[in-house]
């Protein structure tokens, strides 16, 4: 059973979400399908989704919907439905990712239980290789359509747990007994969301159901890749200017329900800002430069962190989204999901977490005669846009130790004959010295940098 919401969703077109050849988007229209209205049982009311044939051509129910009240939850509540894209599966040997059910199993009447009306619950028997998200309510005690619900490809779907009891007939002195439960999603892997699809399932009896094996959608989450700024060059005894990336260096498209917002209530997520896009822009920052006129001489640096610890938790309060570690629904939420990012997109590491490093960063290098040295270091800015582009919380900094860049220029010599290509010889390398100390490769006259954790 999913929250209620006071705010109306106004209907438009939205992009969905796509996971190989499968189709997701949400709806906020139902319809009332049977009540417990003169029932001795606890009120709940079955709704089925709806989705608009002009908005949402083609999308299909899951499974209908329990809540426990009688109110109309059109415009306040909020369901996954599913389409067939228009391409098929990446993979050839896959099938259709929906398939109608080939028939229903009854599961409970409501004979005996003195209600206004007839209705029943049955469970739909998918095709083998697909599977039913939800149980399907009936008007009566005949058989709902074939064509009331959808069955999904069983890979693009995941086991998940039970959630506590949503209604049972409890007290109904009905001739049959019935317990509702919903999908409560396990863990995901890195770059994935797993998604309960916000429907019922019916088992008869009230205990908890053993080894019934209920599911949630699998959603991966999209990352795209821009180049990498360019490593500064030193060429000339001065640093030349940092330039300002134009776009990010990576952006993770991130589903309205995965986010909290403190602006917009899930409802008005779900209309006005559909895709959260959390972006990473990664940028050099100059450690420190050398001239050097004298004999060899070693050079000390050191470069703060720009990742806080407060700051970092600050940014999780108040969007939810983890770094390092999956996040997942709470009270507030339509339905309930768990989400989690790539630890290289967050720079988590799984045995040592940078982020709750304040130390420091000391780097150390010998500089030869007549030579300048500039040091680099990277430094990553996270910022959480809405669809329309306005920020959602502070920006989240952070500085990776592990990676430093070197540029050597060395001007030439005046009693040299060379080349005018080799009028002015630059070196310039990246290391990474948490990998295996390594150093970089200088010209043969020039000792090397040794960047480190610790300068005695």
């Known amino acids: 059973m999913t929250t209620h919401e006071t705010t109306a969703l106004p209907t438009g077109q939205m992009q969905p979400i796509r996971n190989d050849n499968l189709l997701i988007s949400f709806t906020t229209e139902f319809l009332r399908i049977w009540d417990t209205a003169g029932s001795r049982a606890k009120p709940a009311a079955f709704w089925r989704p709806t989705p608009p044939a002009d908005v949402l051509p083609g999308y299909f129910p899951l499974g209908d919907v329990a809540v426990t009240d009688s109110e109309n939850i059109t415009g306040r509540h909020v369901v996954a439905v599913v389409c067939e894209a228009a391409t098929p599966s990446a993979d050839p040997t896959k099938g259709s990712a929906l398939r109608r059910p080939d028939d229903y199993e009854l599961i409970w009447r409501d004979t005996g239980t003195g209600s206004k009306k007839d209705g029943a619950i049955w469970r739909p028997i998918p095709p083998q ?51 509702a439960w919903s ?75 995965t986010v909290k917002d403190p602006e917009l209530s899930p409802p008005q997520q779900h209309s006005r800002s559909p895709e959260y896009l959390l972006q990473r822009t990664d940028h050099y920052q100059l450690v420190g430069h050398c001239h050097n006129e004298d004999n060899n001489k070693t050079v000390r640096w050191t470069a703060p962190r720009m990742q806080k610890n407060d700051s970092l938790r600050l940014f999780t309060y108040a969007t939810s989204i983890g770094f390092g570690t999956q996040w997942q629904s709470n009270l507030h939420r339509p339905f309930l999901f768990s989400a989690r990012l790539n630890n290289d997109f967050t720079q988590c590491e799984t045995q040592s977490n940078e982020w ?43 500085t990776d130790s592990k990676n430093l860049h070197f540029s050597v220029y060395t001007p030439p010599q005046s009693n040299a004959t060379v080349a005018p ?11 990474d010295h948490a990998a295996d100390n390594a150093v970089p490769a200088l010209p043969a006259s020039t000792e090397l940098p040794v960047p480190t954790d610790s300068v005695p």
Do not use: M
Request: charged share 15%.
């Open 129 to 179: 290789g697909y599977v039913a998200l939800g149980s399907v309510c009936s008007d009566g005690h005949g058989k709902p359509s074939l064509n009331a619900v959808r069955c999904v490809r069983d890979d693009l779907l995941i086991a998940s747990g039970l959630s506590e009891s949503v209604w049972t007939d409890k007290g109904s002195r009905g001739r049959q007994s019935i317990s």
């Open 356 to 398: 709750l490093n304040p130390a420091p960063i000391e780097v150390a290098a010998i500089v030869a005669k007549n030579s300048s040295i500039a040091v680099y270091l990277t430094q990553s800015t996270y910022r959480l846009l809405r669809a329309d582009g306005t920020q959602v919380a502070n920006d989240v900094c952070y």
């Open 183 to 257: 999908a409560v999603p396990p863990s995901p892997p890195l770059d994935e969301i797993h998604l309960a699809p916000g429907t019922f399932v019916g088992f008869e009896g009230y205990n908890r159901p053993a080894n019934f094996p209920v599911y949630s959608l699998r959603i991966p989450i999209l990352l795209e890749t821009n180049t990498r700024p360019a490593a500064p060059v030193l060429d000339s005894e001065i640093p030349p200017a940092i330039q300002t990336p134009e776009h990010p260096t990576y952006t993770a498209r991130l589903p309205w329900f």
């Open 421 to 431: 290509a080799e009028a002015a010889p630059l070196q310039s390398t990246t290391v």
